[in-house]
């Protein structure tokens, strides 16, 4: 069986375990004019059954699958002959995608067939070994059908031979419901866990190759080692500055397009406009939050580059087709309703009590706004553009399609940059090796950026929550 | 403007000066309102720039998109004939399916158009009039043979695709005859030809909702790619929703004030704001290389974009539970219900609408994510429409991806009109969210 | 002048409670004119949208003296004192009509600037609100907005004089650049009194100005008050009728939006010559 019709085989016996819950209880109460004596609701009965019945069978299922395809590939590997098990890990696992891709095409016999009639002796053990995983699948799998199957029945049964007037099925099942609850609710520090391990570990192995004091510090950014050893040019560098430096550069043009704009709006909205105006320019401006960053990165690779670039030539300036600042403007438009959301309201958080005070001493609007709103927001405003800023760093889809590949170090917005994001993403699509410095350099870069955005959260979430305090 | 009456009381503390503080506020008076009115119009400024934005990109978008919704078809001459088919015309007489099936199909194409054309000759004219169709048109030949046999050696018209650049070249409206894009000018007077003879016909491009992705533009179509987003969404939603609704419970109404509470609140806090491409490089290293999930495949897909979103419906549930009046928990402890029978049966009903919402502003953010995606592979060129949850499998933003970083002209067209796609979808989820909740607070 | 057309007496009568709804409220009682009038107000009605917060009042606030706005919650009194430095144009649904005049000037002409009126007629409010910022910016804040001053010298001797009226000088003089919002409470609404009149106002108006705070410094404010009045023609609008009688020299008591009487604080307090007013002040309601 294989495991979606074992799933679903497995949720058939769990609802038949309710109704089996159930028809037990009653029974012990002596039948279901007697259920007032059990000092739980037939239902709860059943419903223990049911958890009882389908958890456990469940999470085996779950780890059965988890665990079974390098457990075959293993055994698979111990069948195969020496020459091949010598082999590099790189060559076994292309051998075995092989094996595996003859495996799921052919029919056994035709396999069997294969085995017997090739002269070759390598292509004969293809055909072996293809043969051996087939049966090996099929063992696992009736494997893990058993398994699951018996897990099921057998915890039931031995939990209605339990049953009593006095079984407490209610808090037995409610202790169960909670742990449930705790393990989703701890989902997220599972999460947190899985990202630290992912990018930590493999950063590790990454700076067992190249130094953390070259990476941190090196100018030199060209990951494309060599495939072969007479490859020229094939060293690889990994000195990420021109990395950090692209990121920075796209960052700073966006935020100076997103603070001032989305300032401005969160100003006027909150201050001057009418109730009519901000209806409207809400969820209008919530338009530009929801749209998809790959929408963002089209326009800016498709419509704002070209025309940054005419622009830039018509002026006689070169201006690289895909320059830093087209990157960085559409990254800030996108930037901008985030920006006016959290500062308005960061400002709509200051006491009324202070605006009135500034209007009572005849100071104009713009003088309150300037003076006393924006002075007392500053440090809501200050963790709302932190928070800007790490999501700008973050942001992935518009570099890639609107920022180059070539690690420039350069200040000039009209050149084209790279950005940490975008080489983590050319390092991990297309071709790659797991173990190739090259691979793993996109884990140390995401270690980077984890660390960098984690940083740049607390800081504002801290800050932020410090200025509701002082108003609270 | 200002009356200075003389009995009023002018305070003396501004000793160097005879003038009352009237008298120099008034100075400085004009000079302030203009700052402020300057102060209102960059205010308003910004907001008309914020509207200007968003006009601008999907003004910019819809436009690029809607050359994409109508395609140009040919009606040509095709003869079916035997010789032309390689197909012995001793057997004609009783066809079997795979003769039909290994037909030549080129060559019947090749030959019919050379009878249109007569006047074309040489082998490079003769390629460059080929080019001018599809690449899919010896198929569409295939099928309309197998389709009416009875055609067999005969004359008959068909209608086929134009190849995407005469299909873009047609668009931009070009002066007939004249060359332009990727068309010479022997070419540019084929269609004009063509034209004249009201051979060349524009319809509505229904193949571009109900094929799946080609490296031939004028083929391309997003159904692969939109049911690899239904799939991967039905994930999400299915593994978001109740571990979301779940945690947010316990956190609301049965976490204990302690360390580990607050341990998992900075969590969720912290994973809100942590990039999504982080999220790739976990799904990467965990979810597919350390426990063997197949890469490209919703299901990876589904379970990274869960993590991801999580925190959104974990953040907004608590909130819409929060809300619940604490009366009605009250009410019904009192009447001697467990706090986990109050919980199901009174809070999270009354709880729903809201975290609904919420799920439904998960799901929107999830539909347009497409960094963590690239990361476990569903960036690959899928031509074959995914079925279930291991396929591989693209999703609609990841193909917008790729036809955007495509070098045929008309895939701009294509990637606009995918986007448009995808916007509407995402517009009809936040409508119904915005919907709900309106429903939920006039109550 | 007062007249009150019978309907709106009904309304009256079914709000009130039923002992007081014999009672007759046609017009002012008392006198509300003062020999040297510092602000006139004549015939001011107030809406908040349909509701009508303030009925047809009539009253002088005399120069350099303390009038005290007295009445019962939601009676208008503070309405009535943020119309006299239009700080209620901020609000959208409210409606002023009326006459009201400083030194015989309309202060809701078209040619008066609100700005140059509030600079004219300052405002202290019923909890401090110092803003955010240093004791001293918080003084200067005034004359820096309004360009009183043209260096920095002037500057600090504004600071010093304001501070030193409002009784805060000394108490402060080490710490002027700590934060104002650092200070009691007491301290925080001198604070505040120091702020408003670094203008120079020619009017404060005070609404409930010592209502968040304890006895002793509510006595220091008092204090002050009197001494302000040589200066500054004073209104303030009082839950305390002690605070009224100790502090005022002319008494206005609102009720329901209406000016029920006016007068000198002494008769109004030993002599009230209506029924509510006297209700009022004996404490039978309020």
């Known amino acids: ?472 | 403007m200002t009356k200075i009456s003389k009995n009023s009381t002018v305070d003396s503390t501004n000793t160097n000066s005879a003038l009352s503080t009237t008298e120099k506020v008034s100075l400085s008076l004009k000079k302030r309102h203009r700052k402020e009115k300057r102060f209102k119009r960059i205010g308003l400024f910004s907001v008309l720039f914020g509207f200007l934005l968003v006009v601008t990109l999907i003004g910019d978008i819809t436009s690029k998109a809607l050359p994409a919704f109508h395609q140009h078809w040919v009606k040509l001459e095709v003869n079916y004939q035997a010789s032309w088919l390689n197909i012995d015309e001793s057997t004609a007489q009783s066809l079997s399916a795979k003769q039909m099936k290994t037909a030549n199909y080129r060559n019947v194409l090749k030959k019919s158009l050379y009878q249109m054309f007569p006047e074309v000759s040489g082998r490079k004219d003769k390629r460059q009039l080929a080019k001018l169709f599809s690449s899919n048109a010896e198929f569409t030949l295939k099928d309309n043979l197998i389709a009416a046999p009875l055609l067999f050696d005969k004359q008959t018209q068909i209608w086929v695709r134009l190849d995407d650049d005469v299909d873009s070249y047609l668009k931009e409206e070009f002066p007939l005859g004249e060359a332009g894009l990727r068309i010479s000018q022997k070419q540019a007077q084929w269609v004009a030809q063509l034209i004249a003879s009201e051979r060349i016909e524009s319809r509505f491009n229904f193949s571009f909702f109900t094929a799946s992705d080609s490296r031939e533009p004028e083929l391309a179509g997003i159904k692969g790619a939109l049911m690899g987003t239904i799939l991967t969404m039905f994930v999400t939603l299915l593994l978001s929703f109740p571990l979301g609704v779940a945690g947010a419970l316990y956190l609301e109404e049965f976490a204990p004030k302690n360390r580990f509470t607050d341990f998992i609140e900075i969590n969720i806090n912290n994973l809100a704001a942590v990039p999504s491409i982080v999220f790739g490089l976990l799904g990467l290293a965990v979810i597919i290389n350390l426990f063997g999930l197949p890469r490209s495949a919703p299901l990876v897909g589904g379970i990274v974009l869960t993590l991801m979103t999580l925190p959104t419906i974990i953040i907004a549930s608590r909130a819409a539970i929060k809300a619940v009046p604490p009366s009605i928990r009250e009410a019904a402890l009192g009447l001697g219900a467990s706090k986990m029978q109050v919980t199901f049966s009174h809070v999270l009903p009354q709880a729903m609408p809201g975290i609904i919402t919420g799920a439904i502003i998960g799901v929107a953010q999830a539909l347009g994510e497409t960094a963590p995606l690239l990361m476990i592979g569903m960036v690959a060129f899928i031509v074959d429409v995914p079925t279930s949850i291991v396929d591989s499998a693209t999703v609609l933003p990841v193909q917008i991806f790729l036809w955007a970083d495509s070098p045929e002209r008309a895939f701009l067209a294509k990637t606009s009109a995918a986007i448009l796609v995808l916007l509407s979808l995402l517009m009809v989820i936040n409508l119904s969210a915005t919907m709900l909740r309106s429903k939920f607070e006039k109550k | 002048m007062n007249a009150i057309t019978s309907a709106k007496q009904e309304q009256v009568n079914v709000t009130t409670k039923a002992s007081l709804s014999q009672i007759e409220l046609t017009e002012t009682v008392g006198n509300i004119y003062a020999d040297d009038a510092k602000m006139s107000i004549r015939n001011a009605n107030v809406y908040y949208g349909d509701k009508q917060a303030i009925d047809n009042i009539s009253l002088d606030l005399a120069k350099n003296q303390v009038t005290a706005l007295i009445g019962p919650s939601g009676c208008g009194k503070s309405t009535f004192l943020r119309c006299l430095n239009r700080m209620n144009d901020t609000i959208d649904i409210c409606k002023i009509t009326g006459q009201f005049t400083l030194d015989d000037e309309d202060i809701y002409a078209k040619s008066l600037d609100p700005v140059l009126l509030r600079a004219r007629v300052g405002m202290v409010f019923q909890k401090p609100n110092p803003f955010p910022k240093s004791i001293y910016e918080n003084v200067a804040y005034g004359a820096r907005i309004h360009g009183l001053i043209n260096n920095k010298a002037e500057l600090d001797e504004i600071v010093e004089t304001s501070l030193q009226k409002a009784g805060l000088f000394n108490e402060v003089k080490d710490r002027l650049n700590d934060p104002g919002t650092g200070l009691s409470g007491g301290q925080q609404q001198r604070l505040c009194i120091a702020r408003t009149i670094a203008v120079s106002p020619e009017v404060i108006l005070m609404d409930e100005p010592a209502s968040a705070l304890d006895p002793i410094a509510t006595a220091i404010i008092e204090e002050l008050i009197d001494e302000l009045k040589e200066k500054y023609t004073i209104a303030i609008v009082t839950h305390s009728m002690q605070q009224a009688a100790r502090v005022s020299q002319h008494t206005a008591y609102f009720h329901m939006g209406k000016l029920v009487e006016m007068g000198k604080t002494e008769d109004i307090f030993t002599r009230p010559s209506h029924k509510l007013t006297e209700n009022y002040i004996t404490g039978r309601f309020g």
């Open chain 1, 1 to 472: 069986m294989n495991s979606s019709l074992l799933f679903f085989v497995l949720l058939g016996l769990t609802l038949f375990s309710y109704w089996f819950g159930v028809q037990r209880s009653l029974k012990v109460a002596g039948g279901a004019e007697h259920k007032k004596e059990l000092t739980s609701l037939p239902q709860q009965f059943g419903l223990l059954t049911a958890m009882v019945c389908g958890l456990p069978a469940l999470i085996t299922l779950l780890i059965f699958n988890s665990a079974e395809q390098i457990i075959v590939e293993q055994l698979l590997i111990s069948t195969l002959p020496a020459n091949i098990q010598s082999l590099s890990s790189v060559d076994i696992g292309l051998y075995l995608n092989n094996i595996h891709a003859m495996a799921s095409s052919e029919s056994a016999t035709n396999l069997l067939q294969g085995s017997g009639i090739s002269s070759d002796n390598y292509v004969q053990t293809q055909y072996q070994a293809a043969f051996t995983l087939q049966e090996l699948n099929q063992q696992a799998s009736w494997l893990k059908t058993a398994l699951v199957l018996i897990i099921a029945c057998v915890s039931v049964t031995v939990l209605v031979r339990k049953f009593s007037l006095t079984y407490q099925a209610r808090q037995k099942s409610e202790s169960i419901i909670l742990a449930l609850l705790v393990a989703s609710s701890a989902v997220a520090i599972l999460t947190t866990i899985g990202i630290i391990i992912s990018v930590l570990f493999e950063s590790i192995h990454f700076f067992k190759s190249v130094s953390p004091v070259e990476f941190m510090f090196g100018t030199q950014w060209s990951p494309q080692t060599a495939m072969r050893v007479d490859q020229v040019g094939g060293s690889g560098s990994f000195g990420a500055i021109p990395l950090f430096a692209g990121t920075m550069l796209i960052t700073f043009i966006a935020m100076l397009l997103a603070v001032p704009v989305g300032l401005m709006i969160a100003i006027y909205l909150s201050q001057y406009a009418s109730a009519k105006l901000r209806a409207f320019a809400k969820p209008m401006l919530e338009i530009l939050a929801g749209i998809p960053t790959v929408v963002y990165g089209f326009f800016a690779a498709l419509t704002v580059a070209p025309v940054i670039r005419n622009f830039g030539e018509s002026l006689g300036l070169s201006v690289a087709s895909e320059s830093a600042l087209a990157a960085g403007l559409v990254m800030g438009t996108m930037i901008i309703p985030f920006v006016s959301s959290l500062s308005e309201d960061a400002i709509s958080a200051v006491p009324n009590s202070l605006k009135e005070a500034s209007f009572g001493m005849g100071a104009t609007k713009s003088e309150t706004v300037l003076k006393v709103l924006l002075p007392a927001a500053l440090p809501g405003i200050v963790g709302a553009i932190l928070l800007a800023v790490s999501r700008a760093i973050g942001e992935t889809m518009i570099v890639v399609m609107a920022a180059g590949m070539a690690a420039n170090l350069t200040a000039n917005p009209l050149d084209s940059v790279t950005t940490v994001t975008v080489q983590i993403v050319t390092l991990l699509t297309g071709d790659q090796e797991f173990d190739s410095p090259k691979t793993l350099a996109a884990f140390a870069l995401g270690l980077m950026l984890f660390i960098t955005t984690l940083g740049l959260n607390v800081l504002a979430l801290k800050v932020v929550r410090k200025y509701r305090e002082q108003y609270d």
